[in-house]
């Protein structure tokens, strides 16, 4: 199976902002015709990844569905305490959703 474009487009990257942002920005792009859009996170909110997925799922769109999750590690470098580099690994999720 070939590998789905991810453009700019369809990519809703989850910070730090209030959930119903990103639900937003979600519903805004399957509105405007893209035919899935994929929800990304790293650490702490991964939890509200899965719950934007999810409001707009069961409150938005009806006919929206979950297409694929992926969760992985990512190896960062952050200064240490010490000023020496130091290797963190912090957890990643993606999911993508889609209309039926």
């Not at 519903?27 to 996170?41: D, N, R, W």
């Not at 929206?64 to 580099?85: N, S, Y």
């Amino acid at each position: 199976m070939a590998e789905r474009e991810k453009t700019a487009d369809n990519v809703v990257f989850v910070g730090k902002k209030p959930s119903m942002a990103y639900v937003l920005a979600v519903v805004t792009q399957l509105g405007a015709g893209q035919s899935e859009v994929h929800i990304k996170a790293r650490g702490r909110a991964i939890s509200k990844c899965v719950d934007v997925a999810e409001i707009v799922k069961n409150k938005f769109i009806p006919d929206a569905r979950v297409k694929e999750i992926k969760i992985g590690t990512q190896e960062i470098e952050t200064e240490g305490r010490d000023g020496g580099k130091e290797k963190l690994n912090i957890s990643t999720m993606e999911i993508t959703i889609g209309k039926k």
